[in-house]
């Protein structure tokens, strides 16, 4: 698809010539994943992780449209059909805990690609369509894992949609409305649920759909690597199939073992013990949080308490809805030609920063909301927001960065691909640059 | 095919501005398929926009939700200093006999101390001052606060306390202290008797 070096799809059997002239599909899945897809010959494993997210997804899938084979989506019974899930149907447990924990899975993986695309500039031209379609697609993520919260009907599955429907009351005159209209009522109940329900098992596909597109405007400039550098001629590529296909093979097989790992061994884990009672309209749990990956953004939040020209419950809103909108003009916001933060001494040092100020984000948002928590989650909001609207611009204006392997191949072939994430950004003189 | 090449030689006057009107001559007259083309799609457009009310309609609260819009409490066996948990519109409904003490302390707040300034009588009905009845739902984030059921925590002012994130409210529910930015919501209501509300 990408280059002119590509291998072409030259169906041998008969049966396959005679649907290649029909109906090209075979020929579309060898030119995307198959032989007829070159890719650079030094990605390391963080280039896994796309992989990883499309297994994650297919296995949210097919649990999902299982587990909708039991579950009822009526306020009176949804509670007592998960428990029957749990209890009654066979492996019953296994398909909720495995669609519970492969949710997990699904954005733990998910923000380690959208790391590895911050480390290794894979935003930056021309792949900003990629990176956009890829802001899409998280945004379709939390859309789809929120409402799936709902679904079980327990505490924090009622309080979780009372405090998210919430957010939309922020918006001045029409903002009331607006979240009576998402939930059908003046409080979450029977219209909610059922709706919830309805897009829960909608948008999984629409995120399907759109993975097809982040592919397909992947395949034009084709994978970024770890050096950044582009692709320079047919030595710098291999097939995806077979090196790809297997070294994403062992990828899969790691990430099943840590799955395997959650399900079996602690899959309450990442969960709340208060969703475990049926939700009561009455009675606030005394202590209100979302799953763990939605913490950092619930930190930015909680961090707004003082009124300054808007209400704070408004900055909280916009605030958190911006931290995610901005991703998508990072790759105006950060404008230096390298890619790679192996050749970038002064971005890779904030990228690490960028790491720990969400880890820390994360923590403060899964806490409960005390002074030292609150002020360290401002602290931790207003960093989140200097690194891409002061550093990256600052950076990559003034950053002098180290010099550029000439290509791909003599990089890989003086050992300093950079496919370990370090190695090149130790020694710098990797080769003069041009 | 005589008359096919007979129209082609002899374009209708309708072609013939066509021909001028791209070579920029601005004449003030509009395309005739210029025009047809933007209202047949118009016209769609229309239709989409019309079929699309219902289905954004359909997502508003229904005729049985908005059933429920109104709730009659029964005054009758809340004592002073009592407080007792109902709902409205599936969301809690305080509704709670203030004592002297309570009002008097409610009445003693310059309202320039407050987050949200209204006074205790903007708050209740007059002949009732004694009756507050707000919703049990804290205007930060949603969680229904404590202090109306017997024995719980009223804070530090004596009215309600949100365990959430600590918002404290007093004894005419308004915000003190904490995130939440706005006084418990007083719904619309009327006495019908002296011991009967509607609310709604």
Redesign the interface.
Known sequence: MSFPWAEEYKPKHPAMQWLDQRLPLPRLVYGAIGAGYPVPRNLNYFWNFGVLAGAALAIQIITGIVLAMHYAANAGVAFDSVESIMRDVNAGWFLRYAHANGASMFFIVVYVHIFRGLYYGSYKPPREMVWMLGVVIFLLMMATAFMGYVLPWGQMSF?GA??IT?FFSAIPVVGENIR???L????P?Q?ALN?FFSLHYLLPFVIAGVIILHIWALHIPGSNNPTGVEVKGPQDTVPFHPYYTAKDGVGVGVFLLVFALLLFFAPNYLGHPDNYIEAN????P???VPEWYFWPFYAIL?SF?A?FIL???LWGVLAMFGSILLLFFLPWLDKSPVRSSNFRPVYRVFFWILVVDVLVLGYVGGSE?TPVYLMLGQITSGYYFAHFLIILPIVSALERTRPLPNSITEAVLQGKSGSRMSETAVDGNVAPAE | MASVDETLENPDPFLEKEGDSEHGDTDGDVRRRDFLSIAAVSFAGVGAGVVALPLINQMNPSADVLALSTTEVDLAGIEPGQAIKTSFRKQPLFVRNLTPKEIAEAEAVPLSELRDPQTLEQRTKTGHKNWLITLGVCTHLGCVPLGAGEGENKGPFGGYFCPCHGSAYDTAARIRQGPAPKNLFVPEYEFTSDTHVTVG
Do not use: M
């Open positions: 309080w009372q405090v919430g009576i209209w998402l059908g009522g003046y409080a109940d219209a709706r309209p009455l009675s606030t005394a202590h209100i909680r308490t009124d209400p704070a419950k909301a």
